[in-house]
Nanobody, 125 residues
């Protein structure tokens, strides 16, 4: 059974940085696309950033601030968040896709079949 276990997150002041981790087990990790989504209070879950064998995809609001990386030896994907803003406040979820290439469906939650438990990130102004 696939498990994604998240760690990191917390409270940070605007302009600060945080790194989230997502450790995967139970399925071959190295070739499958991984992504991060977030859900703010009262909002729908939204795509943030993902990485497959070909591309890195992200929303405009995190361009230049958020970075996704992976350590296949540790079966772990990371989300490095810099220059954080209060509007980044949300519960963040990592997700593992069922494919190595996301293509045009990179931002659809339907492209991902396993999810982490969620991690709260709060950015104070």
């Amino acid at each position: 059974q696939v498990q994604l276990v998240q760690s990191g997150g917390g409270l940070v002041q605007a302009g600060g940085s945080l790194r989230l981790s997502c450790a995967a087990s139970g399925r071959t990790f190295s070739s499958l696309a991984m992504g991060w989504f977030r859900q703010a209070p009262g909002q729908e879950r939204e795509f943030v950033i993902s990485k497959d064998e070909v591309n890195v995809y992200y929303i405009d609001s995190v361009k230049g601030r958020f970075t996704i990386s992976r350590d296949n030896a540790k079966n772990t994907v990371y989300l490095q968040m810099n220059s954080l803003k209060p509007e980044d406040t949300a519960v963040y979820y990592c997700a593992q896709a069922r494919t190595y290439y996301l293509g045009r469906n990179y931002d659809s939650s339907a492209s991902y079949d396993y999810w982490g438990q969620g991690t709260q990130v709060t950015v104070s102004s």
